[in-house]
C-alpha cells in the first residue's frame, strides 16, 4: 500500500479519483464552493446532508413550487470536472466523469439494469431528489468527448435496455443536484 497526500492508505490497484466542483445551493450559481471527489459525494447523499430537502421536495404537490423548490435548495454537482465558474468554458481540469439522468422511471429496476452493464464503468449511482430518477456516473475512459460519450450512452440505453436518457443533461457543465439516498452506490475502487 501506499499513502496519499491526505495520510490515507489506497491500494495499489486502486485509481486514485479525480476531483470534480461543487457549487452552493441554487441551480443559478455559477462561482463553485469547493471541490469533490466521489467518495466525499458518496457519504453527503448516504448519511443524509440534504434529507429534509429531498424529502420536504418529495411532498410538494404543486408543480411549480416543486421546480422552484428543487432549483434553489440543493447543492450541485458537476461531475465533468473542476470549474473556474459554471459553464463549460470554465472547465479548468476534466473529470473523466459523466453523469447520465434518466427521469421518469422504475428506480430500482432502472438501477438493476444499469448495474449488470458489464460495458461501463459505473463510480456513483443514486436516486433522482425526485424519488422517479436516477443520477448514473460514470467513468469515460474512451476517446469519446463528454458529449460524445452522453450520446452514445444515451443510444445504447435506448436501444439495448428502451431506457430514454435526458438529452437536456448532456452539455459539459451541466450541474446534477444532490439530494439525500441511503441506498446510494459507489464503485468499491473509489473507497
Known amino acids: 500500500m501506499e499513502q496519499n497526500g491526505n495520510n490515507k492508505k489506497r491500494e495499489f490497484w486502486k485509481p486514485e ?18 471541490v469533490m471527489d466521489p467518495y466525499a459525494v458518496y457519504t453527503y447523499i448516504r448519511d ?3 434529507r429534509y ?23 450541485t ?13 470554465g472547465l479548468v481540469k476534466p473529470s473523466g466523469y459523466v453523469c447520465i439522468d434518466i427521469d421518469h422511471v422504475p428506480v430500482q429496476q432502472t438501477k438493476d439494469v444499469l448495474m449488470g452493464l458489464e460495458q461501463f464503468e459505473t463510480v456513483l449511482m443514486f436516486t433522482s431528489p425526485s424519488g422517479h430518477g436516477v443520477k448514473w456516473v460514470l467513468n469515460n475512459r474512451t476517446l469519446f468527448s463528454h458529449v460524445d460519450f452522453y450520446s452514445a450512452v ?4 435506448r436501444d439495448t435496455c428502451k431506457i430514454e436518457v435526458d438529452m437536456t443533461a448532456r452539455p459539459l457543465s451541466h450541474g446534477c443536484l444532490l439530494p439525500w439516498d441511503p441506498e446510494v452506490y459507489l464503485n468499491p475502487n473509489y473507497m
Open 17 to 34: 479519483p479525480m476531483t470534480f466542483s461543487v457549487f452552493d445551493k441554487g441551480v443559478t450559481t455559477t462561482e463553485p464552493k469547493g
Open 77 to 89: 454537482a458537476v461531475f465533468s470536472g473542476v470549474y473556474s465558474h459554471k459553464c463549460d468554458a
Open 154 to 157: 444515451s443510444n445504447f440505453l
Open 48 to 50: 443524509g446532508i440534504s
Open 53 to 75: 430537502q429531498t424529502e420536504r421536495l418529495r411532498g410538494i404537490l404543486d408543480a411549480a413550487e416543486f421546480k422552484k423548490y428543487k432549483q434553489s435548495e440543493f447543492e
